[in-house]
Structures are given as C-alpha cells and as structure tokens.
C-alpha cells in the first residue's frame, strides 16, 4: 500500500487548510487511518486516527475541537480538516495506514506510511 499525502501549504493563523491522503494504486480496505506530525526539531507526534467504518475517531490534546479526520471509503481516502491554525501546528503531516480497521495512536502500529505534506501556520 502505497500512501500519498496533499493539501499542505502556507496558511495564516487562524485559517483552516485541509489534507487529504489516498491510495492510487491499491485501495486500504479495511484498515484503519491516521495522521502523525513532525515538527522542525521534534519528535514525530500522533495527531489524528480513525478506524475503518469510521466510527471511532481519536485525536491528540492539542488537536481536539480544531482538527476533524473524516474518510470516503468510496474513494479510499483519509482528510484532515484543520480550522484555528497555529503557528505551533507547522510541521510535516504525514499520514498512515494499519492493517487493521481500529485505531491507535502509537506509531509503531502504523504499517504503511506516506510521504508527508508540510503546513506552515505563518503570517
């Protein structure tokens, strides 16, 4: 399975941005979703997951109330919306897939990562 993550770009504070990971090539049936992080100089961070059927969502703390994971299992892809952007959300945004359909928040039960796409929270 091979991930690929768009919609990064640059956004003021305050502004929304949405990002979307797909699998052109074979479709992730059945597994569950998520979103990881990684700032300039940290630790790659968890930031959103959902399962298969998409009726369990988690999201870190510093996410939660601003950030939704939705997915269109039609089109086998997983969306990040991002609304009241931060300049501490910049960061690489990848997106991952487990061979499950649950959720999790730890990386190591990722399987299949994509690329990434970065945001940059600026003005």
């Known amino acids: 399975v091979q991930l690929q993550a768009s919609g990064g770009g640059l956004v003021q504070p305050g502004g929304s941005l949405s990002l979307s990971c797909a699998s052109p090539r074979r479709p992730y049936s059945g597994y569950g979703t998520g979103w990881f992080r990684r700032a300039p100089g940290k630790e790659r961070e968890f930031v959103a997951a959902?399962?298969?059927?998409?009726?369990?969502?988690l999201y870190s703390d510093s996410v939660k109330g601003r950030f939704t994971i939705s997915r269109d299992n039609f089109n086998f892809t997983t969306n990040l919306r991002m609304s009241s952007l931060k300049p501490e959300d910049t960061a690489v945004y990848l997106c991952?897939?487990?061979?499950?359909?649950?959720?999790?928040?730890?990386?190591?039960?990722?399987?299949?990562w994509g690329q990434g796409t970065l945001v940059t929270v600026s003005s």
């Open positions: 991952a897939a487990l061979k499950r359909p649950t959720v999790a928040t730890g990386a190591q039960w990722y399987d299949f």
């Open positions: 959902i399962t298969w059927n998409g009726d369990t969502t």
